[in-house]
């Protein structure tokens, strides 16, 4: 038997029955000795039984013609005739000089970027208050979700590291909460309105969780931790060197501080 601690991933897989039977073993002990896992997981395993029992009768079903990829294909290039491409590509050509210009019509803020007119300073549309509402949002989305909270999950830590670094453009280290008493569930990529940004998910015994955001900042590009409080949603939000996190979960505000510190340490060692 290994000495391998048992993450969300494995809980996952032991679920869908693909774990290797020596690490099924290990999973099954565990959950022996944790009876809030072992409810956790039992509740799993039945929205699986009743998903596939729901949706068995759809996995057999031939596709539909109007759903055939290359039939869509040909029907859309026998209606866009010649002329129709023409005008097509005008539009576009004439779409993006008009762009063009506009942008330089545009105020521009003091560190040099174009900015709306619906904020004089950038600080309300653009600094922590938005990363913190960005947040709490995806919070509230993907922490309840008990089916695919995350997009890759913890197994494949390094190569999330790579994938967001890649798409955020800067180092992004996933964030150890072991010691704090989380372990790392997975994360994903999110679409704010300022740009990507990384979202790092974690749980704990209970199945209490936690999500990290983090994205690089156009204004406030260094900031003192402040606490967050968003209806049922709290946390701490902060900058150091134009790269701004939040962490946000359910448990009161102060119990979140030193976990905020340690995902702070962790990431000025990038």
């Known amino acids: 038997m290994s000495n391998r601690p048992i993450t969300e991933d494995d809980i996952h897989a ?5 774990l290797e039977p020596e690490r099924r073993g290990e999973v099954a002990a565990y959950l022996d000795a944790h009876s809030d896992v072992a409810r956790r997981v039992a509740g799993f395993s039945d929205q699986r039984a009743l998903l596939r029992n729901a949706l068995a009768p759809i996995a057999h079903e031939p596709l ?11 029907g859309r290039r026998r209606r866009l005739s010649p002329w129709r491409a023409v005008a097509a590509v005008l539009l576009i050509g004439i779409g993006g000089i008009g762009g063009w210009i506009a942008r330089g019509a545009m105020p521009v803020s003091s560190n040099g970027l174009a900015t709306n007119g619906l904020a004089t300073n950038g600080l309300a549309t653009n ?9 709490a949002d995806s919070f509230k989305v ?10 890759v999950r913890a197994s494949e830590g390094t190569q999330l590291e790579r ?5 955020l453009r800067q180092p992004i280290k996933v964030p150890d909460l072991t010691t704090s008493g989380y372990r790392l569930m997975g994360g994903r990529l999110i679409a704010t309105s300022h740009g990507p940004a990384a979202m790092f998910m974690y749980d704990d015994d209970r199945g209490d969780r936690l999500v990290v955001l ?7 590009l260094n900031a003192p931790m402040k606490p967050q409080s968003r209806s049922d949603v709290a946390g701490y939000s902060w900058a150091d060197g134009g790269m701004g996190y939040s962490l946000v979960g359910l448990p009161a505000t102060e119990s979140l501080r030193p976990i905020a510190n340690e995902v702070r340490k962790q990431a000025q060692t990038i």
């Open 14 to 18: 032991y679920v869908d029955q693909l």
């Open 142 to 151: 993907y922490a309840p979700d008990r089916i695919r909270p995350v997009e």
């Open 127 to 135: 600094g922590l208050a938005a990363l913190e509402q960005e947040a």
């Open 64 to 74: 539909p013609p109007e759903l055939n990829l290359s039939r869509i294909i040909e």
């Open 163 to 167: 994938w967001l670094s890649n798409r």
């Open 214 to 220: 983090a994205r690089p900042m156009a204004v406030e």
